[in-house]
């Protein structure tokens, strides 16, 4: 019993402080450093695959399947997140083309 008291107010302790910082972060920042914490989430992939070798019930198979299917998810969305933000960044040449005939004329 002990050891749920504590790891229920480590948990507590941790969604404080993960509020707090996050609610620290400038508007500017929020997209990068989320692209970049959900690609990091990969790990959860690889805490799956060793769960996955210990499963042998039923249940285990459902929440190990669950856990791989969201943190794939999570991983494949921060990827997409930073290749949509990093897109704003780019030059197309189509625009550019615009540009050039829009000052000729």
Do not use: Q
């Not at 060793?50 to 929440?63: D, E, F, S």
């Not at 856990?67 to 197309?92: H, I, P, Q, W």
Request: hydrophobic share 50%.
């Amino acid at each position: 019993m002990p050891s749920l008291v504590i790891a229920i107010t480590l948990f507590v302790l941790a969604l404080l402080i993960g509020v707090e910082v996050i609610g620290k972060v400038p508007a500017t920042l929020h997209t990068p450093l989320m692209s970049g914490a959900n690609s990091i989430h990969g790990i959860i992939i690889v805490g799956v695959v060793i769960v996955a070798a210990h499963a042998h019930t039923p249940l285990a198979y459902v929440l190990i399947f669950l856990a791989a299917v969201l943190g794939t998810m999570n991983v494949v969305g921060g990827y997409v997140v930073t290749d949509r933000m990093l897109e704003m960044f780019k030059s197309s040449k189509k625009d550019e083309n615009k540009d050039d005939k829009k000052d000729g004329e």
